[in-house]
């Protein structure tokens, strides 16, 4: 039945932009982060979304329409967490153990006005999806209802 | 007998739009769930306006734009006379608009308030139901 895929569809969105959440909560607390495991600063994080499609090759032999609600998406999969590839920021603090030569310490390539408005939009689209959700219960109980009256 | 009671046409049509209602529930979800994916574009259910132009097709069939037939394979003037059973909900995407740099077309407020939309036609035809059945006790009951 569509309403109960409905829930599904809107709960991958959920467990998405719940992910992207933590991700740039992961790179605000690293916002200093100077040593990691794999040497040099801590590099910022992100997620890559790709829309999730449900098995075509199973229903590809049947008639059009069948066809057509295949190749629609059935929502939302993380491909995975990608470190982006901008360079690090020297700041210069002579002081600081990880100072190079010069006295310049490579800084997390992370700006946290970046961060917070990545936080904005994904609280905004999960906020969404939560509505998403909503509907679809109150529509499964106004048609749980009719059996009633 | 009681079987015309449970289905008229009001009803079939009734339970057609409500399942094309969930249905556009759940691409509605789909959008926004990949509000925030790369390359994605929007997809919408198409099923009132074929609705709308199959019961004007109707309407128009009994005024002057008839045309006789005398072959299954001439073609009619107009609007194409489609019963109301033939009619099916359409999944259409969007795929020659952008919103972003990112090829997104998926517009959060328009998702939301087709979504608010669809909900609340939703529940009217759930009411519609409802109110049929509770008549039609009613006439089981002989009005007690």
């Keep these: 039945m569509n309403l109960f895929s409905s829930f599904e569809i809107s709960g991958s969105g959920l467990s998405a932009q719940r992910l992207r959440m933590d991700t740039v909560a992961n790179n605000i607390a690293n916002v200093n982060t100077t040593r990691t495991a794999e040497g040099g600063p801590y590099r910022r994080l992100r997620v890559v979304f790709e829309p999730r499609q449900s098995e075509p090759l199973f229903l590809l032999p049947l008639e059009p329409k069948e066809r057509a609600m295949a190749q629609l998406s059935q929502g939302v ?31 997390p390539n992370i700006n946290i006005v970046n961060e917070m408005v990545d936080m904005i939009s994904a609280s905004r689209a999960y906020e969404a999806n939560v509505t998403a959700i909503n509907d679809a219960k109150s529509m499964a109980l106004k048609a749980l209802e009719i059996g009633k009256a | 007998m009681i079987n015309k009671l449970v289905s008229n046409e009001l009803m079939d049509l009734v339970q057609k739009s409500m399942d094309a209602s969930a249905l556009q529930h759940k691409v509605l979800s789909n959008n926004l769930a990949n509000v925030d994916t790369p390359g994605f574009k929007r997809s919408e259910v198409i099923f009132g306006e074929k609705l709308k132009q199959a019961v004007e097709g109707r309407s128009r069939s009994s005024a002057e734009l008839d045309v006789a037939k005398t072959d299954d394979r001439h073609m009619g003037i107009g609007l194409e006379r489609k019963s109301l059973g033939e009619i099916q909900p359409e999944v259409l995407t969007e795929n020659n608009s952008s919103l972003r740099n990112d090829r997104n077309n998926v517009d959060i407020d328009v998702e939301m308030s087709k979504l608010a939309q669809n909900t609340v036609l939703f529940n009217t035809l759930a ?10 006790k009613s006439a089981i009951r002989e009005g007690r």
């Design chain 1, 77 to 107: 999969r993380v491909t995975g967490v990608s470190p982006d590839p901008a360079g690090a920021k020297m700041v210069y603090d002579p002081g600081h153990p990880d100072a190079d030569a010069k006295g310049y310490v490579a800084m």
């Design chain 2, 127 to 136: 009411q519609i139901t409802q109110q049929q059945f509770s008549q039609l």
